[in-house]
């Protein structure tokens, strides 16, 4: 009796030693790249454009480039607004969604569509992205003065004052890269669309090459 309880005890020990062995020696599974979805109007959408010269493909093209391990999930659409975002916002964000870009509110603005409207869209935005314990890049955007300054001035605050709130990345304005570049200002059919709205692909390169940075570093708040 004892001689088999020891060759049973035996064996075991031999079989833990090889299961050690064989993890060990396991190779490592690879880490699934982080799933970032963009939640935006035509300028995410990439209007105007061949789809390899898009925002998303050319962002997507921008980590790789480096290294980031991410996927871009192109949730764009055409003349959307902050309400719109928001009607589609909880199936955009689906289980495999590790991290979400917001960039609403251009045509808002174009529709005159008072900011405190605005707002309470994007706040609802947010609010479900915190709730599923996603980490945000929130954009904001230029408004002109079409309606005053006062509705301006109000308009363009909503997107640091959430951002403060809701403790997300902000990049000021999605064509901050442009408005701000005297290269643009001195020639700007050559970066931007026969509308003079939307970027061509020169455009939205330059506007990737300076959002890009802050998309690495919402993929490493999001990362696995």
């Given at each position: 009796?004892?001689?088999g309880l020891f060759a049973r005890?035996?064996?075991l020990a031999v079989a833990a030693w090889l299961l050690g062995l064989v993890l060990a020696h396991a190779p490592a599974r690879a880490e699934e790249p982080v799933t970032v979805a963009i939640l935006g109007?035509?300028?995410v959408a990439g209007y105007g454009l061949a789809q390899e010269e898009g925002f998303v493909p050319q962002m997507q093209r921008w980590l790789e480039a480096r290294g980031i391990e991410a996927r871009l999930i192109n949730a764009g659409v055409s003349g959307d607004t902050t309400a719109g975002g928001l009607a589609r916002?909880?199936?955009t964000l689906t289980p495999e969604v590790d991290a979400l870009v917001v960039s609403l509110g251009g045509n808002d603005v174009l529709r005159g569509i008072q900011p405190e409207v605005a707002r309470k869209n994007l706040q609802g935005i947010l609010q479900t992205a915190r709730a599923q314990g996603l980490p945000v890049l929130l954009v904001g955007i230029q408004a002109p003065g079409n309606y005053g300054p006062d509705y301006k001035q109000a308009f363009e605050a909503?997107?640091?004052d959430l951002a403060?709130?809701?403790d997300t990345l902000l990049y000021p304005g999605f064509l901050q890269a442009l408005t701000e570049n005297p290269e643009v200002s001195a020639s700007?059919?050559?970066f931007l669309q026969a509308d003079f709205l939307h970027p061509n692909a020169r455009?939205?390169?330059l506007i990737v090459q300076d959002m890009g940075p802050l998309l690495a570093e919402l993929v490493a708040r999001a990362g696995h």
């Open positions: 009796m004892q001689y005890r035996r064996k109007d035509s300028l916002v909880a199936w909503i997107y640091p403060r709130q809701f700007p059919g050559d455009g939205v390169a």
